[in-house]
């Protein structure tokens, strides 16, 4: 992997290159071996000039916000990883009611950023520990709304490596899936369209919301959130709870005893502890339901030849 003309244009862009990263401490999983590289991407032009030097020498890239839905390997990434996180992270009003962020903004600053100018329809988010970019690749949701519902268009860098402005029926967004899942495109920044709502009301909604997540999840152990997809008609924990995989382990991977559609690194966990949980557990559930849990996680290989 040539990667001298990449680090030549991240440096002419004044990004930040990481050397030999260890993946672990930039996902909420809190594993993973150490990737080639980590260049922190500061703009959208940046993020061009980089996927275009990626592209002309075949490098093996990977897109990070905030790594809170990847489960890498124990190996790591073989290749550089692009991440897009707090040096893209403005954040500001477009008229009274639309606000634009860019995608390595968090969520949680997104949604404070609604409440301060009394603007609501992100009350949803509030707790979802992703970036705007990650959010709108997974379409990120939460009690009954979802980045669906508030996102009037994004810009993201194509797959030619033009900038292109994508509206939500371009973005092809449902359950935890958009179209830019399958065309690889990259997101720069988004718009989001909210209404003129009263301070204390959302201020609140959230604080429930808030609430809710901290009784019902186990936040206080690391996770990528909940690991599988609900499968129609069907709620994913009650599944696995039903199968009696509540607590079920592997290694130092875990079912939660607080949620079983959360699996959760109890006792440093390796990537191959989570991997072989998930199958049994879907292994199980189908033989015992006939329903197939998807992983809503990212597995990403540490190879190219595995993806
Ligand atoms: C405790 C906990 C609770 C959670 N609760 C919820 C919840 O209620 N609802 C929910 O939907 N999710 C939830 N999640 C999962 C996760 O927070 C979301 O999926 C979030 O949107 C991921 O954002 P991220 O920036 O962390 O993405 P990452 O994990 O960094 O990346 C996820 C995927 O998005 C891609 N990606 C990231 N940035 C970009 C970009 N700029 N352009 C293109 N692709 C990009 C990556 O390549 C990767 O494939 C939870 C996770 C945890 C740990």
Known sequence: MNTENLFKTARSCGCEILMNE????????????NC??????????SLRLLLDAARADRVRTFVLGKGSNVLFDDEGFEGVVLHISGEMSEIRLLGETTVYAQAGCSLMKLCRFALENSLTGLEFAYGIPGTVGGAVFMNAGAYGGEIKDVIKYCSVVNVRGEIEKLTVEQLGLSYRHSSIQ??????????????????????????????????????????AGSTFKRPTGFFAGKLIDDC???????????????????VINVDNATSADVKLLIRQVQKNVQEKTGQFLECEVRIIPFKEEED
């Open 244 to 262: 009696g995989l509540r607590g079920f382990k592997v290694g130092g991977a875990q079912v939660s005893e607080k949620h079983c559609g959360f």
């Open 36 to 45: 080639t590289a980590m260049i922190e991407v500061n703009s959208r032009e």
């Open 22 to 33: 260890p993946l672990c401490g930039h996902t909420t999983f809190k594993i993973g071996g």
């Open 182 to 223: 399958e065309n690889g495109a990259i997101v720069c920044d988004a718009v989001f369209e909210l209404r003129k709502g009263d301070r204390a009301e959302i201020e609140s909604k959230m604080n429930e919301l808030m609430g809710k997540r901290k009784d019902k999840q186990p936040i206080e152990f690391p996770s």
